[in-house]
């Protein structure tokens, strides 16, 4: 009877940690009748209590487990973001807080619940404050994934995903536009997924990484072991502390996706793709 109580818990959170962005966003969309989201202002930061069902010290969602930051102070980071939207609309988020699409709202595999972070898009410059009450994207290859409003504020949501940087933000280090609660400009032609001409990109760098290590040696046996199985550029990048073994420069997130499958196939499982 414990054990049965046991996994009865275990599964209510599972349920409540995916229920909005969750692990697929498979026939999602942008709302059949879009409106201009420039009036709508970005999220501003405030003290909030941690969400009651939202911050498990540790939770495993597709064989992988994911541990809860105790804190997002001096939480940055690059990577991909993607958008998630009516398909979702009023549906329980994992904080408890319904999705709202038009708000200014995201969501996270391992911020605490709620948390605030400046979203940058580094392909355009645009950059939003967003307020992270979800648990996702669990895609591989995902760091953020982002409301209807705020992909559109950022211009993301023609392509589907966009090279981002994304900066934890408190009460104390609100930038001063935000503060001011500035609005964007008017988005121009605000149009459905796939009706949207795309934003012209400043060249980012994006790559696959396969290992890091603080070995030269383990990374060029790495490097060579990766090179004899396909015919992509292989390189090593270090800082001085790690040794990382990289597929690159990739020209879109497409070709990250098909490329950590095809050496996932190949057995290299732990790859991800970083943006500098």
Known sequence: MLQRLKWIIASCVYLSLIACSGITQKGDSAPSSPRDVSNIPNAIPKDEPRSKYGNPVSYKVLGKTYYTLNSSQNYQEKGIASWYGSKFHGRRTSSGEPYDMYAMTAAHKTLPLPSYVEV????????????????????????????????????????????????????????????????????????????????????????????????????????????????????????????????????????????????????????RLVVE
Do not use: W
């Not at 669990?138 to 409301?147: G, K």
């Open 120 to 271: 940058t898009n580094l392909s355009n410059g645009r950059k939003v404050i967003v307020k992270v009450n979800d648990r996702g994207p669990f895609h591989d290859n995902r760091l953020i994934d982002l409301s209807y409003s705020a992909a559109q504020k950022l211009g993301i949501v023609g392509h589907g995903t966009g090279m981002v940087e994304i900066r934890a933000i408190n009460t104390g280090n609100v930038p001063v536009n935000i503060a001011n609660n500035v609005k964007t400009q008017p988005v121009a032609q605000v149009q459905p997924l796939g009706q949207q001409k795309p934003i012209k990109e400043v060249l980012v760098g994006m790559y696959l990484q396969v290992g890091a290590f603080s070995s030269s040696t383990n990374a060029q046996q790495l490097k060579s072991k990766v090179q004899s199985k396909i015919d992509d550029n292989v390189i090593i990048t270090s800082d001085g502390k790690l040794y990382r073994v990289r597929i690159g420069p990739l020209a879109n997130v497409e070709e990250g996706d098909s490329l950590s499958n095809r050496l996932l196939n190949l057995g290299f499982n732990n790859t």
